[in-house]
T-cell receptor, first 113, second 115 residues
Framework: ETGVTQSPTHLIKTRGQQVTLRCSSQ?????VSWYQQALGQGPQFIFQ???????GRGNFPPRFSGLQFPNYSSELNVNALELDDSALYLC????????????FGEGSWLTVV | GESVGLHLPTLSVQEGDNSIINCAYSNSASDYFIWYKQESGKGPQFIID?????DKRQGQRVTVLLNKTVKHLSLQIAATQPGDSAVYFC??????????????FGKGTHLIIQP
């Protein structure tokens, strides 16, 4: 167990809808990052939050947004869902320090129909 | 293109044999490398990591080798067991600044254990 929990585990949405995914980071971890993993591919970095501020972002459009709360839990929001957004969404947490190991949750499976 | 890639999509080994999974990276600024194991339907599980000031690191039944000259990373698994069947990803990061650029993953190698 990594101590990183995500919800929901599975969900189905319709194209054009909005979705919110949630993540609780491991105790003591103040840095949370989100990844998208399409079937058969490696995870792709979406963005990272450190102490409630986004401090890094991958090549994803603005309709992918996030939040980090004072308890370091986090949300990933995706607006105007497209069919290609169907993927496993992974949350990872770390201490944000150079020596900090990055641990992943089990992910949220999103299907857009 | 992707900064990190793997040489083989599938690797089949006999139970009890040693496995070697290879990875090439292209970003010379990367200074932190991680191997993850991902079983079907689950999130990536941390196996072992190595920083650029080292060329070898050992864990329990696993060894990671880093060759910065040719930008190559490998994961060696000793005495492979059925539970080792999974997809293995290498990932790279620039750790300064808290690694805010995120991890860059390759496509993965599917390790299959033959009885």
């Amino acid at each position: 167990e990594t101590g990183v929990t995500q919800s929901p585990t599975h969900l189905i949405k319709t194209r054009g809808q909005q979705v919110t995914l949630r993540c609780s980071s491991q105790s003591g971890h103040n840095t949370v990052s989100w990844y998208q993993q399409a079937l058969g591919q490696g995870p792709q970095f979406i963005f990272q939050y450190y102490r409630e501020e986004e401090n890094g972002r991958g090549n994803f459009p603005p309709r992918f947004s996030g939040l980090q709360f004072p308890n370091y839990s986090s949300e990933l929001n995706v607006n105007a869902l497209e069919l290609d957004d169907s993927a496993l969404y992974l949350c990872a947490s770390s201490t944000g320090q150079e020596s900090g190991t990055i641990y992943f949750g089990e992910g949220s499976w999103l299907t857009v129909v | 293109g992707e900064s990190v890639g793997l040489h083989l999509p599938t690797l089949s080994v006999q139970e009890g044999d040693n496995s070697i999974i290879n990875c090439a990276y292209s970003n010379s600024a990367s200074d932190y490398f991680i191997w993850y194991k991902q079983e079907s339907g689950k999130g990536p599980q941390f196996i072992i990591d190595i920083r650029s000031n080292m060329d070898k690191r050992q864990g329990q039944r696993v060894t990671v080798l880093l060759n910065k000259t040719v930008k190559h990373l490998s994961l060696q698994i000793a005495a492979t067991q059925p539970g080792d069947s999974a997809v293995y990803f290498c990932a790279e990061n620039i750790s300064s600044g808290g690694g805010a650029d995120g991890l860059t993953f390759g496509k993965g190698t599917h390790l299959i254990i033959q009885p």
